[in-house]
């Protein structure tokens, strides 16, 4: 009988390889490229632990290649997905009876097989069908992954030992439950780690899921779900179901065992997903938690003592590292007229040094966006520019789909603080500036503050310290996630707590216990030692 009350201690975060020339990763890293190239597979549904091929089929190609197939997956039907329900709330009684650490157990060993066996399955994998570059993959589907998995043990010990004060008279506990029903979790095309996270944050503290995966996400997010079958995770708990969103959203959020929503995606559908769980309220057995991260518009705001060159290089990658598809990449920047003309001449320097193209040739910077409707979208922007009196393109504006979704990292420069993409999510690989006068730094920090419905990660770049608070304060809730001197891109798990609020999302903080808290529904439970026996007290005697 194990009675030993487990503490899984707090992990180091994963070691980045460098995939440097000639090294052994890069090697293992490139065969495994050549071998998901070669080799086209084909992607069930996983429900209940069982592959399930649909016959209604699409086709998963590189962003890079668009005529190159990786993959053909399954779609889920009505019938699908309600099996998928029925199957996560099968799994439910065991899988939450199951002690927690034996729980924990399963994420901790999907973590080492990640880190050991299968990092270079997952990274080409997210490099082919993502569009990212190595460095990107292996920061994203290897280390974010495998942190999340080792982290979030750690936090469940965390909150599983905080327990309530007991006295002489009675005993009391905290059973941290997992929510009643099932959890609907939405994941992106450009994290593996959010598809990951999403749901065996979830799992992890005794809940089932019905996972709808992004479906230009669908190579990597399916290796993910063998691994986790291979580590020992029961049949159910996990049910991968790709497919369209409407069909499967309308099934799952009419449910009655709907227990709540994981979801990471654009501010519309978040929003649309809420709406119909507040109309469908009467027919749930309980309230559907709510987490979700959606947009940004985020932000890196100079004062005029700030080191140009490290204010560019921040720029630079900030904007155009993974194309600019990250929710917390920088579209919009604010620099002092003091310090402009340095820093246009090392931003122009840097932009004429990246190489732009496929993600087989590890000295490319910039790869492709995710698809034809992310670069349609992302070129109109750009276009607008052309007939605009207050913006101008100083570097890149051009667009290539002939092979691959290619877009050159843009620089806008504009006049006027409220132009469309200094106001607008874009999602691609656009940066624009307004520079401003000196002595107008408080008022563009309060410009700054207001114009984006966002909050969700932005950077202030100074050297005076009076500044750097001032801005801070300032941009308070401008930001979940703010840094001083540094890009607003890079959170790591257990060091920057990630997510915003306003129209960011619901700010429950992956990568700390705030998002797993979400997760349980606390009882308390008091034992009484002696039960009273009269029911008059001492004063009235």
Known sequence: MNNAIYNFREPANEQIMSYLPGSAERVSLEKEVKRQLENPIEIPLIIGGKEIFTGKTGKIKMPTDHDHVLAIYHMATEKEVKMAIEAALEAKEAWMTLAWMERAAIMIRAAELISKKYRFVINAATMLGQGKNAYQAEIDSACEVIDYLRFNSHFATMIYREQPVSDNQNINRIEYRPLEGFVYTITPFNFTAIASNLNTSVALMGNTTVWKPATTALLSNYYLMKILKEAGLPDGVINFVPGSGSLISSIVLDHIELAGIHFTGSNKTFNSLWKQITDNLPKYKSYPKIVGETGGKDFIFAHNSANSLELATAII???????GQKCSAASRAYIPRSI???TKKHLLRMCSEIKTGDVTDLGNFVNAVIDEGAFDGIMKYIEKVATASTASIIAGGHGDKSKGYFIEPTIIV???PHFITMEEEIFGPVMTIYVYDDNKYDETLKLCDSTS????????????KYAMIQACRTLRYAAGNFYINDKPTGAMVGQQ???GARASGTNDKAGSYLNLIRWVSPRTVKETLIPATDFRYPYMV
């Open 340 to 342: 402009w003309n340095e």
């Open 497 to 499: 707590p990630f997510g």
């Open 317 to 323: 990658r900030g904007a155009f590292e993974y194309q």
């Open 453 to 464: 419905p966002y909050g969700l990660t932005g950077s202030i770049f100074s050297n005076d």
């Open 414 to 416: 504009t006049d006027d």
